[in-house]
């Protein structure tokens, strides 16, 4: 009997998984549309609450063009979840007028959650026309606008603008710091119930809702000029150091979190386009130091820029103010071998001076670490010449403050490189994300009354980190997959005796540096994306290591609450996007929230990694996304997704991940009945004078090759499609090639001499500093492109790489997608590509998008049509009929 009712279990399970997989559905674009988006958790002080901002789903009646439609917090909500009971609630409700509020920071007490909102007031516009500072009062539940001023939101995607770095280093409870990985917060708490926060200058409006708008409102008021007569449209702009614009002069306001008043405490000068700015709270909560950036460095008296990027291509000031009313900023007078500040990095233990990175040029790339007194201003170099200070930025801006410790004795322990071995922090990057060799940084004991000490030099491998443990005084760290403690005086180096660690392991999170027991969350490379996971307790000399058990193989770690040994991961799954809470071995795992469930009903294809060999014989690993209901040993027509420089190693790839955004969501087309394959395409490392052109065909072919030998792709039926570098590799590959049928190149670059000098579409409207905002010129000569120099010392090297002069071979048909407000490349690199096909009359067709930036996807509509547009081009090129 029991056989049989066995059986019958057997069958009916079979038969509800069988009805739940024909329930399924390919992947559409309105499945995208439906996703929500955790941007963001913060754990309360007491480690009872979690704020989780939420960004909505897409639907009619919300605000978009602000920011690419997937990462806009503009449409977001803070939730309240319960780490207890799992309670949760909207707080914010901003859907009812079209309002976002994010970066939900707690005050020390878990009293208040400061936010930042676009949510309107009195006759203010539905969806709001501004950010302003809110808080939450956890004792009425209210929300209330702190002040009226606009904040200094920075932008994302890009280049980022109206960048702010605040931090509280002495107080972990309010160092918040972020908004998320994209967003600096421009506010932090400096108690209880007082704000520091950063305002533009009335009349101004935050740069997140400023970036693509103000070119078109520009527009516009240009258009009524004319219509008048009575004013010139002209914008002028200067070179050879005669620029005259001035900063903007932004406000550093205290607000009382109780009764909302405001009090100015000091105007500080911000230089919109690059750089940032950075202040610092001193261990005192009395003043703070802060880094202005005031120009961009001007180009020219015989010196060429090392690295013509952010705040390495911007001039800034030095200062500390008192964080009281109608204070002034006390600016410091630079040193000659410190005339180019880069970052403002921490505070000594005592709050006397803090420590910052400079170069006397703008042709070096070597840095020197100096101490500034708050005291009397003087700035006294604590790193020799031959030393560069290594110390890298990270995330959303936010210097690498763990790689710089004070020492009690007021001596600094930073990472430095020889100064001749010194790398971009591109190249450095870039390297490393291609596995090859960088410069061996050692961890070095710096003061200005001796001789640098190096600590790490009889280590084999060196810590990418060093922490403090106040039980014995020394630092501790993981090198060559083992946990090391370095005494900072003597330079004596222990492996501690433990269980072993995760094979490249690197730490995710430090405790608070002066606990008795001290605990590091460590993480391994793992395999596929799933990275092993161990917790190291440390006390005294010895140390205990346990293992992390996931709730699931997608889950990432979100924070981790020391006190109540209480982790939080995010977990995007095929089933839904969730919040998970662990104790610190990750067992007794709870589900805190459930978001994205209807992703269970979308059919998402098999997906594989496929070996090969490059040209030049390298093995090389190319990604593959099935259709749905693939069946073996047929041919399908294949889709190739390129981007030169991507190598492809594991499924942890944003190529495989299907929540990714609108068109570049790659399930859509394998949805459509293709395979879709992104391949391999290694290139000389960046930096240097290089020939992408010639080099990204060498591994993207063999790639079509293999797909074709393994009896996947019809030979007689493949396509090719990219975006940003991806455009560009599109518009080479097709002068390369005729095998394709058809093409689709989005946002891409064709012409490198014409692109070279022209002006970011974006910059209209910044009145005399237009010319100051492209990045264009520093990523021909120094970064993706890496032509070594400008095109007047070199045009050669210039026109052999530019698709445009080998147009005339193109008989693929060409789909050319662009937007108006490209910042990395004009609709006129389009548009030339275009033109010189139609002469030729040779099948292409070009879309531009008005109003649209590089990622193309501001307007839901626009992502729609191009969706829309890719699909009937493919289908209308290549047969999708069975052969």
Known sequence: MRTCLAKLWGLLVSLCVAGSAFAQHPITLDDLFKLSVVNHTAVSPDGEWIAAVIIRPVTPGEMYGRTYYEADVTRADVWLISTKTGERRNLTQGAREASGFWCATWSPDGQRLAMLSTKPAGKEPRGGDNIRLHVWEKSSGAIKRLSSRAM???????????????????????????????ENAPFVWVDDSSLLAVALPQGNVSGLLDAYSRSLKHASATLKSLERGDEPTVSPVESAGTESAAPLNVSLLRINARNARSEEIASVPVFPLDGDLQMVVAPDAKSAALLATIRATAPGGGEKFSYPFGSWAVDKQLGFVDLVAGSSVRW???????????????????????????????????????????????????????????????????????????TDTGGLIAKAVRADEELSPLEWWIRQARSRSVPRADWWLLRDDAEPVNLSSKMEHVP?????????????????????????????????????????????????QRSATFELLIAGKGKDGVRPWVRAQIQDNAATVTSIELPSSTARFESYDAARTRLLFKDRAPTG??????????????????????????????????????????????????????????????????????????FDSDFFNAYYAGMYNMRLYA?????????????????????????????????????????????????????????????????????????????????????????DPTARGYGGIEHQKSANWGLLEHGQVSMGVPPWEDLWHYLRN??????????????????????RGPMTQAEEFFYALYHQGKRAKLLRYWGEDHGLRQSPANVRNVVDEIIAWLDANLTTQNK
């Open 152 to 182: 200094m939101t920075q932008t994302m995607g890009g280049s980022a603008l109206y960048r702010v770095d605040l931090r509280n280093q002495f107080n972990q409870a309010h160092n918040a710091g972020r908004c998320s990985d994209e």
């Open 332 to 406: 410091a007078p630079l040193p000659a071998t410190g005339k180019y500040l880069l970052d403002l990095l921490s505070w000594s233990n005592d709050g006397s001076t803090v420590a910052v990175r400079a170069r006397p040029r703008i042709s070096t790339l070597s840095l020197t670490m100096f101490v500034a007194s708050a005291r009397d201003l003087s700035i006294t170099r604590v790193s020799p010449e031959t030393l560069s200070v290594a110390a890298a930025a990270s995330g959303a801006d936010i210097p690498d403050t763990s790689s710089v410790i004070w």
């Open 464 to 512: 990418a980190s060093l922490h403090r443990v106040a039980s014995n005084g020394r630092l501790v760290g993981v090198a060559g997959n083992a946990l090391w403690t370095l005494d900072a005086t003597s330079g004596e180096a222990t492996r501690l005796a433990s269980a072993p660690l995760p094979e490249g392991a690197e730490v995710m999170w430090a405790g608070p």
């Open 577 to 650: 996007t969730f919040l998970w809470a662990t104790n610190a071995a990750g067992a007794d795992a709870r589900k805190l929230l459930s978001i994205n469930e209807h992703m269970a009903e979308v059919a998402m294809g098999e997906t594989r990694l496929i070996e090969y060999r490059g040209i030049e014989g390298q093995s090389l690993k190319a990604g593959v996304i099935l259709p749905p209901d693939y069946v073996p040993g047929r041919k399908y027509p294949m889709l190739m997704w390129v981007y030169a420089g991507a190598t492809v190693r594991g």
């Open 671 to 759: 949805a459509k009945g293709y395979v879709v394959m992104m391949p391999s395409m290694p290139l000389a490392p960046d930096g240097g004078k290089n020939d992408d052109y010639i080099d990204l065909p060498k591994g993207a072919m063999p790639a079509v090759d293999k797909l074709i030998e393994l009896g996947i792709a019809d030979p007689d039926r493949l396509a090719v499609m990219g975006q940003s570098y991806g455009g560009y590799s599109t518009y080479s590959l097709v002068t390369y090639t005729n095998r394709f049928k058809a093409a689709i190149a989005m946002a891409g670059i064709t012409e490198l001499v014409s692109l070279y000098g022209q002006f």
């Open 802 to 823: 530019s698709p445009l002069y080998f147009v005339d071979r193109v008989q693929t048909p060409l789909l050319m997608i662009h937007g108006e407000q490209d910042i």
